[in-house]
Every structure is written in C-alpha cells, then in structure tokens.
C-alpha cells in the first residue's frame, strides 16, 4: 500500500540552526500537509499546500518557516532559525483531489522527530 | 473556532470487553469528521471517513458512527492488538486543516 515517507526520522539541532525536513508524499496525491506534535499535546496544523502554493497556514506557521516542492516528489519544511519550543514531532500528509479536496483523508507519515539543543 | 474533545483520556480494557470512545466536536460546517489510530512513535493511521450525522462506518471490530454533536467509535470484542492511541479530527467548510483532540489512549489487556 502507498505511504507517505519522512526523512530523517531523529533530527538533534542546536537552536539558532537551519533545519530541513523532507517528505515523499503518496504519488498521484496533489495537497501536502505538515503538522506538528509536542509531546503530549495534540497534533496541530502547520500548513497546506497545493498546485505550487501555500493554500493555508496557521499562526504557529510564522516568517521561520517555509515549504517547498523542490521536484516531483520530495516536499520539505524548513525553519530558519529554530528555537527550543520547535522540539516536536514533524508529520507531514498528503491527500488526493478525488470528490473535491475537503472528503479525502489526509495520510500521514510516521514523522521526523526534531530535537532543539 | 474548530474544536475536538476525546473522552475518556485513557481506557483500560479486558480482551474481550467492548466498549465505546467519544469524540465531541463543534465545527463550522462540518466537511468530514475522521479516525485515525495512533501507534507509539508511529503517524497517526486513517480509519475512518464521516459525512453526515446517521452515518455508520465499520472495519473489523470497530465501527464509528457519527451525530451532530458527536462521534463514537465503538470497540466490540478487542483485542491487545487494538491497544493504540486513537485520534478523532474534524474538517471545517472552507479550511483545508485538520483539527485534532488529544486523543484516547487504549489499552487491552490479555
């Protein structure tokens, strides 16, 4: 069955750092999705994208942050700077257009976690 | 503003034991509520996809249905395979984002 893979899967970053997260999301899926889990705390949205753009964002998802779909297959969540509060697990999603967008599920992969030293 | 609550937060149950999950919820125009299993250390895990209050949805011993106000997501006989973390979200109109509740965390004994 189709998954959606993350890479890495423990990523350790001093704060301040760049970090770059990546995702293979399922092929004939066109929205992406990143969310975040801190630890014990629910999942949170942190961005949709589709056709080659930010289709919605939340609060959290501020200036540190950007995403892009450097090719085919790979989309990626950069945070510029990171911060301690960043530590959290990184999901990212896909989903596919069939019957409109909003009555497909999302697929998650099974996350990046990223650890701020 | 799109909100979710799980209840209870844990649940410990015998092999055997059937029982049932809430999730309550309160959306703008609701696009789809769904249930997504929770393995430790793993991404959550799609379930299960509602429309429309009365609906039913079954996959082996879980079925989920779902009202205007809420949904159940009922375990009949589980089994210690089925102990997960089991997350409801739900889809507003107009927003693409998943909203998601903390979760029920279940555990079945042998």
């Known amino acids: 069955e189709p998954e959606v893979t993350q890479t890495p899967s423990h990523q350790v970053t001093q704060m301040g750092q760049e970090v770059i997260l990546r995702c293979v999301p399922i092929s004939n899926h066109l929205y992406f999705y990143w969310y975040r889990q801190i630890l014990g705390q629910k999942v949170e949205f942190l961005v949709s994208f589709y056709n080659n753009e930010i289709s919605e964002k939340s609060e959290i998802f501020d200036d540190q942050f950007s995403v892009e779909r450097p090719d085919g297959s790979n989309f990626t969540l950069k945070i510029r700077s990171t911060k301690l509060e960043d530590s959290a697990m990184y999901f990212c999603?896909?989903?596919?257009?069939?019957?409109?967008?909003?009555?497909?599920?999302?697929?998650f992969g099974d996350g990046t976690r990223l650890s701020i030293l | 503003e799109d909100q979710v609550t799980q209840s209870p937060e844990a649940l410990r149950l015998q092999e055997g034991e059937s029982s049932s999950l809430n999730c309550s919820y309160t959306?703008?125009?609701?696009?789809?509520l769904f249930w997504y299993r929770q393995d430790p250390g793993k991404g959550p895990e799609f379930l299960f996809t509602?429309?429309?209050a009365g609906e039913e949805k079954e996959k082996e011993r879980l079925k989920a249905t779902l009202t205007k106000k809420e949904s159940f997501l009922h375990i009949t006989a589980p089994k210690p395979e089925d102990s997960a973390t089991y997350l409801c979200?739900?889809?507003?109109?107009?927003?693409?984002?998943?909203?998601f509740g903390k979760g029920t965390k279940l555990t079945v004994n042998p």
């Open positions: 509602l429309y429309s």
């Open positions: 979200a739900v889809r507003g109109g107009g927003s693409e984002k998943l909203v």
């Open positions: 999603a896909s989903s596919e257009v069939r019957d409109g967008p909003g009555r497909q599920p999302q697929h």
């Open positions: 959306v703008s125009g609701l696009r789809g």
